[in-house]
T-cell receptor
Framework: QKEVEQNSGPLSVPEGAIASLNCTYSDRGSQSFFWYRQYSGKSPELIMSIYSNGDKEDGRFTAQLNKASQYVSLLIRDSQPSDSATYLCAVNPGGFKTIFGAGTRLFVKA | NAGVMQNPRHLVRRRGQEARLRCSPMKGHSHVYWYRQLPEEGLKFMVYLQKENIIDESGMPKERFSAEFPKEGPSILRIQQVVRGDSAAYFC??????????FGPGTRLTVL
């Protein structure tokens, strides 16, 4: 079992819809969770971090964390074509290393 | 406040040569991480360093690869005797603590 799992996609949504990206992790003791956006040919960009159960909202982005079920999700409201990218889930299981998922490719159709 | 800087952005080497990749962390950040990314794949952790110390190099190949973060100057990822399989994007990230990481633009290494 991979430490951080994401559906590779591609996930395709129409412009204006809600995009829902999911991630599961294996280390139950993990405390820190992150979402990065990576455009093709570019470097990852941190968009959200979440540390406690529940929802965290930042503009059109909402991160959701459920430690009991070991999953973290990212919702993008009012999706725009400029949101088309690969979204990387990252988990710090404690210690120094952050584990990245392989990413989910999102396409937002105009 | 400048972000994480990496150079060169593109590097071409012939098999057997050495590749030297540089990373300057954000001001105030003392934690540096190196990752490798192959096309259409995720980020693979290589090494984590603090000033003058290698903290975790569990993701680094045992041979040909080395990393340092001297007291003065940038962090260096060195690949000796490069092979075609070393061709990838190498990203450096820095953080003020062991938490949120901010990435540099990457170095794209091509081995001919």
């Amino acid at each position: 079992q991979k430490e951080v799992e994401q559906n590779s996609g591609p996930l395709s949504v129409p412009e204006g819809a809600i995009a829902s990206l999911n991630c599961t992790y294996s280390d139950r003791g993990s405390q820190s969770f992150f979402w990065y956006r990576q455009y093709s040919g570019k470097s990852p960009e941190l968009i959200m971090s979440i540390y406690s159960n529940g929802d965290k909202e930042d503009g059109r982005f909402t991160a959701q964390l459920n430690k009991a079920s070991q999953y973290v999700s990212l919702l993008i409201r009012d999706s725009q074509p400029s949101d088309s990218a690969t979204y990387l889930c990252a988990v710090n299981p404690g210690g120094f290393k952050t584990i990245f998922g392989a990413g989910t490719r999102l396409f937002v159709k105009a | 406040n400048a972000g994480v800087m990496q150079n060169p952005r593109h590097l071409v080497r012939r098999r057997g040569q050495e590749a030297r990749l540089r990373c300057s962390p954000m001001k105030g950040h003392s934690h540096v991480y190196w990752y490798r990314q192959l096309p259409e794949e995720g980020l693979k952790f290589m090494v984590y360093l603090q000033k003058e110390n290698i903290i975790d190099e569990s993701g680094m190949p045992k041979e040909r690869f080395s990393a340092e973060f001297p007291k003065e100057g940038p962090s260096i990822l060195r690949i000796q005797q490069v092979v075609r399989g070393d061709s990838a994007a190498y990203f450096c990230a820095s953080s003020p603590q062991v938490n949120e990481q901010f990435f540099g633009p990457g170095t794209r290494l091509t081995v001919l």
